[in-house]
Each structure stands twice: as C-alpha cells, then as structure tokens.
T-cell receptor, first 113, second 114 residues
Framework: GENVEQHPSTLSVQEGDSAVIKCTYSDSASNYFPWYKQELGKRPQLIIDIRSNVGEKKDQRIAVTLNKTAKHFSLHITETQPEDSAVYFCAASGGTSYGKLTFGQGTILTVHP | GAGVSQSPSNKVTEKGKDVELRCDPISGHTALYWYRQSLGQGLEFLIYFQGNSAPDKSGLPSDRFSAERTGGSVSTLTIQRTQQEDSAVYLC????????????FGPGTRLTVT
C-alpha cells in the first residue's frame, strides 16, 4: 500500500517568514494530494489540494507543488502569521489506495510574533 | 451549510464494553470515511463507504471493529469488547463523489477505554 513520509516534524519560524513542509509518497499511481491544517482540539481542515495532472497550485499565501517523477510534494506558506500555527498533515490517495487517504505523520508549525 | 457531525464528542468506557460512534455526513455527499487519530499512529484509515458499493474495510484493525451506513447517509462505527489500545479520536469524513477527493472531517469522538 501507499506510504507517506513528511518532514520536518517540527518547524519554528518568525512572523513574516516563509515555511515549507515536504512529503514523499511511494505509490506512483497516487493521483490526489491534499493538505490539512489541524489546530489543537479541532478537526483537520482541508486547506489546499493538488491532482497529479498539475504541477503547482496557489491560493493566496499558500501553495502546493508536485513532482511526480520524484514522488514528492510540498506545502509553501508565505508571510506567515501567528494564526498559521498548527499541525499540518499531507496525504495521498489513488492507485492501490483508491478513495482513502494515507497521511504523513504531521508537522507542528509554530509562528513566533 | 451544515458540516459533518459526530456523536458523542467524548466517550469513556470500561475495558470489555461495546461502544457505538455515530457520524452524520454533509448532505448530498455519497462517500463516507472513518479514520482514527492517536498519538503514536497519526491519522489512519479505517473504512470507506461509496454509495451502494461494498465498503472498503481494509483499514479495520481487528474483527472487533465494524461499521454500517444506513440509507446512504448516517454511519455507525461499533467497537466490541473494547481494549485500552482502542483509546483514540475517531474521525469521520465525507466527500461528494468517488476517488477520495475533498474529504471534509467531523469534530471527532474522543474514546477513552479505562
């Protein structure tokens, strides 16, 4: 089945800096890659996603890039704000994991004011 | 509109008891998923319902776990003879169609087995 590795496990940045979180996946047939933000005690919230037919997608301060050849994808947050502090999860689905999400282990992002 | 809802929000049970967790998906969403979130294991897939198709049960950790989806809407996850290692947050998600795209999560049920 699919395996997703996520790095780093923790990330600390100053307000206004950029943050980058990276994930690799194992199943070359996977075709959908969402990112979720989870604040303490809250549900995971879908913030952006990308399908395998595009290489990059942007939504205001967040962007996701996908490299199918290398089987990795990344989340980029620019101009970070304290309210961006949360745990971020990447996930993959498709191929042998059709319909179900396989998650990375999560990145704790802390944005210092 | 209303999001995914789950009940109860918290459940404390004694080891060996059975528990039922409920999920109400977003209206019109044909796909429903259960995941489990625990400190040591992250977010792990349990089971996936798509329309009237047979569910994908490949993530259920043991035969003590089962789930039903009635009328293509509400789902119940049942854990029989609970064990301490079942303690976790059980999350339900739903999506509009096939393929697992754009899954929206409920608030979860925190299960504690004493």
């Amino acid at each position: 089945g699919e395996n997703v590795e996520q790095h780093p496990s923790t990330l600390s940045v100053q307000e206004g800096d950029s943050a980058v979180i990276k994930c690799t996946y194992s199943d070359s047939a996977s075709n959908y890659f969402p990112w979720y933000k989870q604040e303490l005690g809250k549900r995971p919230q879908l913030i952006i996603d990308i399908r395998s037919n595009v290489g990059e997608k942007k939504d205001q301060r967040i962007a996701v890039t996908l490299n199918k050849t290398a089987k990795h994808f990344s989340l980029h947050i620019t101009e970070t704000q304290p309210e961006d502090s949360a745990v971020y999860f990447c996930a993959a689905s498709g191929g042998t994991s059709y319909g179900k999400l396989t998650f990375g282990q999560g990145t704790i992002l802390t944005v210092h004011p | 509109g209303a999001g995914v809802s789950q009940s109860p929000s918290n459940k404390v049970t004694e080891k060996g008891k059975d528990v039922e967790l409920r999920c109400d998906p977003i209206s019109g969403h044909t796909a429903l998923y259960w995941y489990r979130q625990s400190l040591g294991q992250g977010l792990e897939f349990l089971i996936y319902f798509q329309g009237n198709s047979a569910p994908d049960k490949s993530g259920l950790p043991s035969d003590r776990f089962s789930a039903e989806r009635t009328g293509g809407s509400v789902s119940t996850l049942t854990i029989q003879r609970t064990q301490q290692e079942d303690s976790a947050v059980y999350l339900c998600a739903s999506s509009r169609g096939q393929g697992g795209y754009e899954q929206y999560f409920g608030p979860g049920t925190r299960l504690t087995v004493t």
